[in-house]
């Protein structure tokens, strides 16, 4: 079982940054993969980010490709998401989550992933 507890959202103006955070228990919490989800008012939860259990390799939905970044630290069990040049349409519900399977090409597909955050708000202002 791993339990997954997301931090660092808030309002920020575009352009801005935030940083991400999702802490896990566990002791076997290098063996996930990890990605990042949002899902905004009335729309489908949407890939934003993963990477793997040894943190060496990272996909990125192309929307967010060259702005955030995806990183990992096993010694603390927190997986970060880096959220630069932000802009409106990144507001949303982030959401981390874990999986025991990763590939190296697309991790996207929801019933991938067996343990989920409750999210945490972040919202970009014009």
């Known amino acids: 079982q791993v339990q997954l507890v997301e931090s660092g959202g808030g309002l920020v103006q575009a352009g801005g940054s935030l940083r991400l955070s999702c802490a896990a228990s566990g002791r076997t919490f290098s063996g996930y993969a990890v990605a990042w989800f949002r899902q905004a008012p009335g729309k489908e939860r949407e890939f934003v980010a993963a990477v793997s259990g040894s943190g060496i390799t990272t996909n990125y939905a192309d929307s967010v490709k060259g702005r955030f970044t995806i990183s990992r630290d096993n010694a603390k069990n927190t997986v970060y998401l880096q959220m630069n040049r932000l802009k409106p349409e990144d507001t949303a519900v982030y959401y981390c989550?874990?999986?025991?399977?990763?590939?190296?090409?697309?991790?996207?597909?929801?019933?991938?992933?067996?343990?989920w955050g409750q999210g945490t708000q972040v919202t970009v202002s014009s």
């Open positions: 989550a874990a999986s025991q399977v990763f590939d190296r090409n697309y991790n996207g597909r929801l019933s991938q992933y067996d343990f």
